[in-house]
């Protein structure tokens, strides 16, 4: 099992000085650093782009680019992110295009690569891909927004794709984003998940030192 990783979400950060919000992710001695990718189509919001991840490496961030894109058509976009910086590329299931198409280029640019799936959509939409992925993103809540609540009915997903993790010897990492808080890491972990998206809860903890600690122990 892989050890419990914390991915804070750069969308909870100050976008009028993302770098600082980096730096204060690297400080706490974290390697990973979620961003979120919108287009306005495949979720009704919009955040940033390629450009965005570029200036943060010129800015000095070794972080481990976790980018999480939810765009309607990401196959157009895999080689733009690759360049810019981003160290895992993951990509949804519910727009047409070809997927294992895709997360092959993304690990032929060398990158890491993902698949994620939306609250509504079953696992079994991504079984036949879990030989081709290094992580797999189960959204725990519909994806557009930060600071939602945590949906619970997620957690028999999560035991399914860990099951057939464990069934096929598999490595990928599984990973949850949305409404994650340390009450619900834990029985996100307890279901099989390692890697936590944290937006709202980790940028607005008290003391985010023990935030860190409390994740790392679980
Ligand atoms: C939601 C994004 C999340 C978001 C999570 O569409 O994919 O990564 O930043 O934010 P919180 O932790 O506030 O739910
Ligand atoms: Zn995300």
Redesign the pocket.
Same mark, same amino acid.
């Given at each position: 099992m892989h050890p419990a990783l914390l991915a804070p979400?750069?969308?909870?950060g100050d976008h009028a000085n993302l770098a600082s919000s980096a730096q204060r992710v690297a400080a706490l001695g974290l390697t990973w650093l979620?961003l979120?990718l @919108?287009d306005g189509h495949f979720?009704p919001?919009l955040t940033f782009g390629p450009e965005t991840l570029a200036a943060l490496r010129r800015a000095g961030s070794t972080l481990f680019f976790d980018t999480?894109l939810?765009l309607s058509e990401p196959h157009r976009y895999i080689e733009a992110f690759a360049k810019a910086g981003a160290n895992l590329i993951s990509i949804h299931i519910e727009p047409a295009y070809d997927h294992a198409a895709t997360l092959a280029r993304i690990r032929s640019l060398g990158c890491q690569n993902g698949i994620v799936l939306n609250p509504g959509t079953p696992a079994t939409a991504i079984e036949p891909l879990l030989e081709l992925v290094d992580l797999v993103l189960v @959204?725990?809540?519909?994806?557009?927004?930060?600071?939602?609540s945590?949906r619970p009915e997620m957690l028999p997903k999560l035991r399914q794709i860990d099951a057939w993790r464990r069934e096929r010897n598999l490595t990928f990492r599984l990973e949850v984003?949305?409404?994650?808080?340390l009450v619900h890491a834990a029985e996100c972990r307890a279901a099989g998940a390692d890697t936590f998206?944290?937006?709202?809860?980790?940028f607005r903890a008290t003391d985010q030192a023990a935030y860190v600690a409390a994740i790392a122990r679980l």
């Open positions: 979400s750069l969308l909870a979620h979120d @919108m979720v919001n999480h939810m @959204m725990t809540v519909q994806p557009g927004f930060g600071g939602q945590f984003d949305g409404g994650i808080d998206v944290a937006g709202t809860s980790f």
